[in-house]
């Protein structure tokens, strides 16, 4: 797999009052993709982006745009998240859909897709669908808000996906979310996790670059 971690800052941390700006920043402090966190208000208890936020960020930055989609009916909306540039879509097994059709669906418009898994769901759950999974995003919070605190137990299933890949021959990358710091990152790293999303640790940072840089070469 990728060699190097990959840092995918979360523009929900950012100040929505300039989002372009905030994700070009994201981009020229060395990001290597945009996390994009859809949420309806309903699936979680929270309101985002739609589309035409994310069409917005794809003209913003060349970067990969990593949209994690936190919504009741994915099936609705994938069209329109394919049109308006992603280059990742994460889709929760807990919403209304079936995941192989949804997962095949998106890849078949060379969009690259996977199943996002809560801190409290099993590997098993998402087994099936691992062989065709281009990612697979573990929630390390219960998704609806930035800034919680980071639950360490979801670390054993960052493990048993890397013994997995290994085991099968997959090719699924390894993408952890939410309350990663500075002090807990070299836990994820050791555990094997290809892509890091960070949102309020470095939209917060005094210089977002200069952590990407340490994340990067701790
Ligand atoms: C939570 C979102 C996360 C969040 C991460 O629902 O899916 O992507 O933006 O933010 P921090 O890093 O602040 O926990
Ligand atoms: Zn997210």
Not at 7 to 34: N, Q, T
Not at 148 to 167: A, C, D, G, S, W
């Amino acid at each position: 797999m990728t060699s190097e971690i990959q840092i995918a800052p979360s523009i929900l941390a950012a100040d929505f009052g300039c989002l372009r700006e905030e994700a070009v920043k994201a981009e020229k402090s060395g990001a290597d993709l945009l996390h994009i966190d859809v949420m309806d208000g309903h699936f979680v208890p929270n309101i985002t982006f739609g589309p035409q936020v994310v069409s917005m960020l794809k003209q913003s930055v060349s970067i990969p745009l990593d949209v994690h989609l936190m919504i009741s009916h994915p099936d609705q909306y994938l069209e329109a998240f394919i049109n308006s540039g992603a280059s990742y879509l994460t889709v929760h097994a807990e919403a209304n859909h079936d995941m192989p059709s949804t997962l095949r669906m998106i890849r078949s418009k060379k969009v690259k897709a996977g199943p996002a898994l809560n801190p409290d769901r099993n590997i098993e759950e998402i087994l099936p669908v691992l062989p065709e999974s281009d990612i697979v995003l573990v929630m390390s919070v219960f998704p609806g808000f930035g800034g919680q605190t980071f639950i360490p137990n979801v670390l054993e299933k960052i493990k048993k996906l890397v013994l997995i890949r290994k085991e099968k021959g997959y090719h699924y990358q390894i993408e952890i979310d939410g309350g990663i710091t500075m002090d807990n990152f070299p836990l994820v790293r050791d555990a094997g996790v290809d892509i890091v999303v960070a949102g309020t640790t470095l939209y917060r940072a005094e210089n977002m670059n200069k952590l990407i840089q340490q994340m990067k070469n701790q």
